[in-house]
């Protein structure tokens, strides 16, 4: 059995990369269930002319564009603003302060 300490930096970062990960995963179900309720809504609130229109599908589209910008900044590694960023940006700010 591996022994957890709390305290270690690498299950911190867990921990932390645990929570951004089901961030994802909730907002990715709220995605889907609000989306299906308006578009059934919609759907069967309209006309036959208009049941496949643009208005239904804006929601989900620009909404859709937000969520995977969500799931990038989780899922991608970290090219611009990542580890060695923060750590070359520490290093610049303490010495400023020297």
């Given at each position: 059995?591996i022994?957890?300490?709390e ?22 179900m ?32 620009f ?6 910008a969500?799931?990038?900044?989780v ?23 020297k």
């Amino acid at each position: 059995m591996i022994n957890i300490d709390e305290n270690d930096i690498r299950y911190k970062e867990a921990e932390k990369r645990v929570k951004k990960i089901k961030g994802f995963y909730i907002h990715l179900m709220v995605y889907c269930f609000t989306n299906l309720l308006v578009i059934a809504l919609q759907f069967f609130d309209t006309d036959d002319k208009e049941q496949w229109s643009w208005k239904m599908f804006q929601l989900p589209l620009f909404w859709g564009i937000g969520l995977a910008a969500h799931g990038l900044s989780v899922f991608l590694p970290p090219f611009v603003l990542g580890k060695s960023w923060e750590e070359k940006k520490i290093k610049e700010l303490m010495d400023k302060e020297k």
